[in-house]
């Protein structure tokens, strides 16, 4: 395993949290100086300490251990269903076209930066 890099992952949703490192030492109850010692991969993170970083920061530990998370399509097309089952009908529709502009745009976007 690469801590490093587990550190850096950890780092980069914290700060996207806004959070400082002690407030997030904090959430998951061990010190400031572990948490440091963490995000700079200087020490082995227990599996508790893993889960109670990524509930705190409310990612999944997949997102902290690898740079693309195993079975992220899968993982995605199951909070997506989440997302959809709490709209109506007239949602559904309205993100529909919403998703199939957005995909017309990236496709757009992709075969000119190939053609480039």
Request: aromatic share 6%; glycine share 4%.
């Amino acid at each position: 395993m690469d801590y490093y890099r587990i550190g850096q992952r950890i780092r980069k949703f914290r700060k996207a949290y806004k959070l400082s490192q002690e407030q997030l030492a904090e959430k998951v109850g061990i010190s400031t100086t572990h948490m440091s010692h963490i995000e700079t991969g200087n020490t082995k993170l227990s599996l508790s300490v893993l889960v109670g970083i990524a509930d705190a920061l409310c990612v999944q530990t997949d997102e902290l251990l690898y740079d693309v998370p195993r079975n992220s399509k899968t993982v995605l097309k199951g909070e997506l269903a989440e997302l959809l089952d709490s709209c109506s009908v007239r949602d559904m529709y309205i993100l529909m076209d919403i998703v199939r502009a957005v995909k017309v745009s990236l496709d757009k976007h992709h075969e000119t930066k190939v053609n480039e």
